[in-house]
């Protein structure tokens, strides 16, 4: 018997060309439009209208810590890294001169910033740690609140600083722990009258 | 004598593995593209900080300002894509903003203002910001950091 061989195949082509083309116009675009940013974070900060608080009852008082942030008027010399990369001299006014903590009845509490001999960001951070742990209840400590009162010429950048270092710290496992979530700032009148 | 004719052949390599390839990249860039980074202002120099992250859930309606000082010394605001020459400036933008909001449910209490200042502006100009949201009802705000994780 003969055995028929196969048939031919016929391989069927799609014409990709114009397909590719518009590919490769895409993937262009989005190549083009990519760009690298610096992932941003927040910092939250509850400011309610002033006449729609509720007055606060004398047994919270103890809840409140107040943190008046000083400035320093004379200019001082910082080195940073900018958003290139590249490092960064200039003279800087107003920076933080000093911190004081008021906490309830307490003794104030006064940290003077000193640059790279006495970091006063991070006394005030150690500083709320521990009114954290003194507190019997843990649930008692997330009542805790603080009320910023800062002076007009402070520059924002150490202001931050201080609200970071209220909010939030570094673990031995370097894992951030929050510490406080209440963070509001004193009503200076700045801006409503202008 | 015989002459050969040279066939002209047509050459054609297997387009199909780069196809894939690209056809990957592509949907690797879609992804990661953020159209949102438009509303930022790039040249603003932010406070950076190790503890700020990204919420972990959106907020329900949000409202992006850059604050910086020009070169006259003045504060500018920038949001929605606009520049206002002061602080003053901005009310009407917030109250159409106020009505977007409440457009799609969301309470002025609810709705998050985002504040980009520059780390050099005196924070006097930050809190006149402030002042100026709250007589729109405006209470949540977030200052805004750049991620510095070292």
Redesign the interface.
């Known amino acids: 018997m003969k055995i028929r061989g196969g048939q031919e195949k016929e391989q069927i082509k799609l014409q990709t060309t114009a397909m590719i083309d518009i590919v490769f116009q895409l993937l262009v675009f989005f190549i083009m439009t990519f760009k690298i940013t610096a992932l941003e974070g927040d910092f939250q900060v509850n400011m309610p209208q002033a006449s729609d608080l509720p007055q606060t009852p004398i047994e919270n008082i103890d809840k409140t810590i107040r943190i008046h942030l000083y400035e320093n008027p004379q200019a001082i010399r910082i080195t940073y890294l900018n958003a290139d990369g590249k490092e960064v001299t200039r003279d800087v006014r107003n920076t933080l001169q000093s911190i004081e903590v008021n906490h309830g009845d307490r003794d104030p509490v006064t940290f003077s910033h000193l640059g790279k001999q006495y970091d006063a960001f991070k006394a005030l951070r150690d500083h709320i740690q521990g009114i954290i742990e003194s507190e019997a209840d843990p649930s008692q400590a997330k009542e805790l609140e603080v009320e910023f009162e800062v002076d007009p010429n402070l520059i924002h950048g150490d202001t931050v600083r201080a609200v970071e270092a209220v909010s939030a710290r570094i673990g031995e496992d370097r894992t951030i722990i929050p510490m406080i979530e209440k963070i509001k700032f004193k009503d200076t009148g700045a801006g409503a009258g202008e | 004598m015989k002459i050969k004719k040279a066939r002209t052949k047509i050459l054609?390599g297997d387009?199909t593995p780069?196809?894939d390839m690209?056809?990957l990249?592509?949907a690797f860039?879609?992804l990661?593209?953020?159209f949102s980074?438009t509303e930022?202002d790039?040249d603003l120099?932010?406070?950076d900080?190790?503890?700020?992250?990204?919420?972990d859930e959106p907020p329900k309606y949000q409202i992006v300002m850059n604050l910086r000082t020009s070169k006259d010394g003045t504060p500018r605001v920038n949001f929605v894509g606009k520049n206002f020459a002061s602080?003053?400036s901005i009310g009407t933008e917030l109250e159409l903003e106020k009505r977007s909001a409440a457009a799609q449910k969301v309470p002025p209490?609810e709705i998050n203002v985002?504040i980009?200042?520059?780390?050099?502006?005196?924070?006097?100009?930050?809190?006149?910001?402030?002042?100026?949201c709250?007589?729109y009802?405006l209470?949540?705000?977030?200052?805004?950091?750049?991620?510095n994780i070292r």
């Open positions: 054609e387009l780069m196809i690209t056809f990249l592509i860039f879609m990661i593209v953020n980074e930022k790039q120099e932010l406070p900080s190790k503890v700020a992250r990204t919420p602080i003053a209490s985002v980009r200042a520059d780390r050099y502006i005196a924070f006097s100009k930050v809190q006149e910001l402030m002042a100026k709250q007589e009802e209470q949540k705000f977030s200052l805004r950091a750049k991620e």
